[in-house]
Nanobody, 120 residues
Framework: QVQLVESGGGLVQPGGSLRLSCAAS????????MGWYRQAPGKQRELVAG???????NYADSVKGRFTISRDNAKNTVYLQMNSLKPDDTAVYYC??????????????WGQGTQVTVSS
């Protein structure tokens, strides 16, 4: 079984910063891509940022230059540093982890979500 524990969400004023963390544990032989998605009320879930096992990253255009994704492979943890936050960034943020079993089977696993609210 796999567990993802997210933390770091909350209420912040426009222009402020937050750092999200997601720690993965459980029966995983290896971890591939780790990423963050978000879903605002009435909207579809969208990719915010992703990082592969080699450290290559990709970002949604709306967050480029403001958000930074990173990972600590020794801790099986992915981070999302969010700076210059805007009200449009308000959403539930979900961690997603691609992991492999020892047989080479790939699975996607989702965190429970953490609320980020940007408001004055």
């Amino acid at each position: 079984q796999v567990q993802l524990v997210e933390s770091g969400g909350g209420l912040v004023q426009p222009g402020g910063s937050l750092r999200l963390s997601c720690a993965a544990s459980g029966s995983m032989f290896s971890i591939g891509v780790m990423g963050w998605y978000r879903q605002a009320p009435g909207k579809q879930r969208e990719l915010v940022a992703g990082v592969d096992s080699g450290g290559s990253t990709n970002y949604a255009d709306s967050v480029k230059g403001r958000f930074t994704i990173s990972r600590d492979n020794a801790k099986n943890t992915v981070y999302l540093q969010m700076n210059s936050l805007k009200p449009d960034d308000t959403a539930v943020y979900y961690c997603n982890v691609q992991y492999f079993t020892y047989r080479g089977t790939s699975y996607d696993y989702w965190g429970q979500g953490t609320q980020v609210t940007v408001s004055s």
